[in-house]
């Protein structure tokens, strides 16, 4: 009894987790995928005639919603072209950390995408904080030798406390992808809580049992 529980303690707080120890991003868990859209105006040499040339898709808390086809499902990140996709990093693996070097926010990391040339993509993500939410991330950098992919997104979310600090982020401009974070207490918190009751009763129940089973005997 007591080891089940704890194992689903363990899966609720798994699922319970988006972002770390002092930023909370669950308010970014939305139903549609954020899209930083094909043709998006860009400079990199991977890009053709100065615009992306594909679309791509990212989630923050959970895998790709509406964005699933092909390679992108059980993705954080996922890049789409006609009639292909490949995935950035698969969610499983996304781990996150307090950003560094002076920059208030988080960083995001996923793995084992998409094979190309044998070779796994992955992605890191830095979410910074800002005065005004960005729809989508801005694509920075591909290191050709790794198939890692960076991205910046400055978000309200990722200021103070996060979410738990600033309460629902307001949405940032119209755009593809755009969506406002609403706050509330996720599945896994609930699990915890209910996770947490039960084993009191458990507990304090088996130590009345085992009171009144004494008693009878003495």
Same mark, same amino acid.
């Given at each position: 009894?007591?080891?089940?529980?704890?194992?689903?303690?363990?899966?609720?707080?798994?699922?319970?987790?988006?972002?770390?120890?002092?930023?909370?991003?669950?308010?970014m868990?939305?139903?549609?995928?954020?899209?930083?859209?094909?043709?998006?105006?860009?400079?990199?040499?991977?890009?053709?005639?100065?615009?992306?040339?594909?679309?791509?898709?990212?989630?923050?808390?959970?895998?790709?919603?509406?964005?699933?086809?092909?390679?992108?499902?059980?993705?954080? %990140?996922?890049? @789409?072209? !006609?009639?292909? #996709?490949?995935?950035?990093?698969?969610? &499983? *693996?996304?781990? /996150?950390?307090?950003?560094?070097?002076?920059?208030d926010?988080?960083?995001?990391?996923?793995?084992?995408?998409?094979?190309?040339?044998?070779?796994?993509?992955?992605?890191?993500?830095?979410?910074?904080? %800002?005065?005004? @939410?960005? !729809?989508?991330? #801005?694509?920075?950098?591909?290191?050709? &030798? *790794?198939?890692? /992919?960076?991205?910046?997104?400055?978000?309200k979310?990722?200021?103070?406390?996060?979410?738990?600090?600033?309460?629902?982020?307001?949405?940032?401009p119209p755009?593809?992808?755009?969506?406002?974070?609403?706050?509330?207490? @996720?599945?896994?918190?609930?699990?915890?809580?209910?996770?947490?009751?039960?084993?009191?009763? /458990?507990?304090?129940?088996?130590?009345?049992?085992?009171?009144?089973?004494?008693?009878?005997?003495?």
């Amino acid at each position: 009894m007591i080891a089940l529980l704890f194992a689903l303690a363990l899966v609720a707080s798994a699922e319970a987790l988006c972002g770390t120890a002092k930023k909370n991003l669950s308010c970014m868990k939305v139903p549609k995928d954020f899209e930083l859209p094909i043709n998006t105006p860009c400079s990199l040499p991977q890009c053709q005639h100065n615009k992306l040339p594909w679309s791509i898709f990212f989630q923050v808390c959970q895998e790709l919603q509406t964005e699933t086809q092909q390679y992108c499902a059980g993705s954080m %990140a996922c890049q @789409s072209w !006609p009639g292909e #996709t490949a995935s950035l990093g698969q969610y &499983s *693996t996304v781990t /996150y950390q307090d950003a560094t070097g002076g920059i208030d926010g988080v960083v995001v990391h996923a793995g084992q995408g998409t094979v190309a040339n044998g070779i796994a993509r992955s992605m890191v993500l830095t979410i910074e904080c %800002a005065a005004t @939410s960005e !729809p989508y991330p #801005t694509f920075m950098h591909e290191a050709t &030798s *790794t198939l890692e /992919y960076s991205f910046n997104w400055k978000r309200k979310e990722a200021c103070g406390k996060g979410c738990e600090g600033s309460g629902p982020a307001p949405p940032g401009p119209p755009g593809p992808g755009s969506h406002g974070g609403g706050k509330g207490m @996720s599945l896994g918190g609930i699990l915890l809580i209910v996770i947490a009751v039960v084993i009191v009763v /458990y507990l304090v129940g088996g130590m009345i049992f085992m009171a009144v089973v004494k008693g009878a005997r003495g």
